[in-house]
């Protein structure tokens, strides 16, 4: 089994900008695209940016476009969330995901999920 590491989750002030990353550990693999979703307390876990390797290709959900940017090394299994004016909803625990099932980067089927990493943004 493929693990998913995140990391660079923390407490940030509204308007400020945090960078998270996610790395495979233990068997590497290539995968047709990564993603970023994200759950707080009592709601669902919703799409938040992904890249398709081929073509370089990137989505977004509308809650962050313009804000966030996600980017990766697809040799080193490794995405990259930049994450730019901050608001106190989106706070949340943040989800790496690795190869949709689908192959449709924004749907919840991925096959390799990370453990998450707490993002809190105060106002």
């Known amino acids: 089994q493929v693990q998913l590491v995140e990391s660079g989750g923390g407490l940030v002030q509204a308007g400020g900008s945090l960078r998270l990353s996610c790395a495979a550990s233990?068997?590497?693999?290539?995968?047709?695209?990564m993603a970023w979703f994200r759950q707080a307390p009592g709601k669902e876990r919703e799409f938040v940016a992904a890249?398709?390797?081929?073509?370089?290709?990137?989505y977004y959900a509308d809650s962050v476009k313009n804000r966030f940017t996600i980017s990766g090394d697809n040799a080193k299994n490794t995405v990259y969330l930049q994450m730019n004016s901050l608001k106190p909803e989106d706070t949340a625990g943040y989800y790496c995901?690795?190869?949709?099932?689908?192959?449709?980067?924004?749907?919840?089927?991925?096959?390799?999920w990370g453990q998450g990493t707490q993002v809190t943004v105060s106002s």
């Open positions: 233990g068997r590497t693999f290539s995968s047709y695209a």
């Open positions: 995901a690795a190869d949709p099932v689908s192959g449709i980067p924004w749907s919840k089927n991925y096959n390799y």
């Open positions: 890249i398709r390797w081929s073509g370089d290709r990137t």
